[in-house]
């Protein structure tokens, strides 16, 4: 029985770590002090008594990014970058524009959940999930329509339509980071040996060079 019971602690604590996003905050604010030469997880902490309104401020989100590239969209992140005070709070925001069929691209954020809600426009989205099932979970979303990518799954957003189109997303980190799928793959610095790609892919070497040449 003891063991049991221990092996529910286990289970329990396992679990808790499994769905942990940012730490939480243990004070009210912390607004973020960049500091070179403090080194925590996050950032160090302002003194609250020289912290304004400003710090939990930002404002541009009415504009559209530029969408003239390969891809066909923008992202504008709002995250502790953009806003100090949003330090510890395990919460960030992005904009997203796609032109006519733009896309954004397969990829990942290691460190949040999104919520993303469609503004204008229709896109075609969807994320997979892990091994060993890589089972797809696609929708079409209108204006208004509100779709959620599990933290940590390749996930994408392709403006289906010949109007742009307009999307919000928010996000459970203050950082959640992002790794695009085909940039750290094809166009890592310096790149991947073409022998591990074309055996990953397999494909011949003359295909991965031709990939990586688009990067
Ligand atoms: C948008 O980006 C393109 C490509 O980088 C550039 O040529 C163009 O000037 C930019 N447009 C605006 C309005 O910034």
Not at 35 to 44: K, R, S, T
């Amino acid at each position: 029985m003891a063991s049991q019971s221990f092996l529910l602690a286990i289970l329990a604590l396992t679990v808790a770590h499994a769905i942990a996003s940012d730490p939480s905050q243990l004070q009210d604010f912390c607004v973020a002090e960049k500091m070179p030469q403090v080194l925590v997880n996050g950032f160090a902490c302002k003194d609250p008594k020289a912290v304004v309104a400003e710090d939990f401020f930002f404002s541009g989100l009415h504009m559209a990014g530029n969408t003239s590239n390969k891809q066909g969209s923008a992202v504008t992140a709002v995250n502790v970058a953009q806003i100090a005070g949003l330090n510890t709070m395990g919460i960030s925001l992005a904009r997203i524009d796609y032109a006519p069929y733009g896309l954004n691209p397969p990829h990942i954020h290691p460190r949040g959940t999104e919520i993303l809600t469609v503004l204008e426009g229709c896109l075609y989205v969807g994320f997979v999930t892990s091994n060993p099932e890589n089972k797809l979970f696609s929708k079409v979303l209108n204006k208004g329509d509100v779709f959620v990518f599990p933290q940590g799954l390749i996930h994408f957003q392709f403006n289906y339509g010949t109007n742009k189109a307009v999307a919000l997303a928010a996000l459970s980190s203050q950082n959640p980071g992002v790794i695009t799928v085909a940039n750290a793959v094809f166009g890592s610095e310096p790149s991947i040996s073409d022998d591990v790609l074309a055996k990953a892919f397999q494909v011949d070497k003359n295909t991965i060079d031709r990939i990586q040449a688009q990067f």
